[in-house]
Nanobody, 115 residues
Framework: QVQLVESGGGLVQAGESLRLSCTAS????????VHWYCQVTGKQRDLIAT???????YYADSVKGRFTISEDNAKNTVWLQMNSLKPEDTAVYYC?????????WGNGTLVTVSS
């Protein structure tokens, strides 16, 4: 049984930082692509960053230079460091990974950035 659990969201002021985590069971995150998405209520879920298996990490233009993906293989966790947060970053953040052709999602963690 694959489970992804996000945590680390919260309420911060513009310019502050948060670090989100995506911790997995039933899947080894170091050997799959792991994606971070954000979703504003009523809007589609948008891809903002991807940890590759090898190669270059992808960042959406909206977060490039401010967000950074890293991983802790011992903890089977992928982090999303979010710096210089803006009110428009307010959203629920989800991690996603695929195993055996099946997409798995966590329940999300809410990030609220006040101006």
């Amino acid at each position: 049984q694959v489970q992804l659990v996000e945590s680390g969201g919260g309420l911060v002021q513009a310019g502050e930082s948060l670090r989100l985590s995506c911790t997995a069971s039933g899947i080894i995150l170091s050997v799959v692509r792991v994606h971070w998405y954000c979703q504003v209520t009523g809007k589609q879920r948008d891809l903002i960053a991807t940890k590759p298996i090898i190669g270059t990490t992808y960042y959406a233009d909206s977060v490039k230079g401010r967000f950074t993906i890293s991983e802790d293989n011992a903890k089977n966790t992928v982090w999303l460091q979010m710096n210089s947060l803006k009110p428009e970053d307010t959203a629920v953040y989800y991690c996603n990974a695929k195993k055996g052709g099946v997409d798995y999602w966590g329940n999300g963690t809410l990030v609220t950035v006040s101006s």
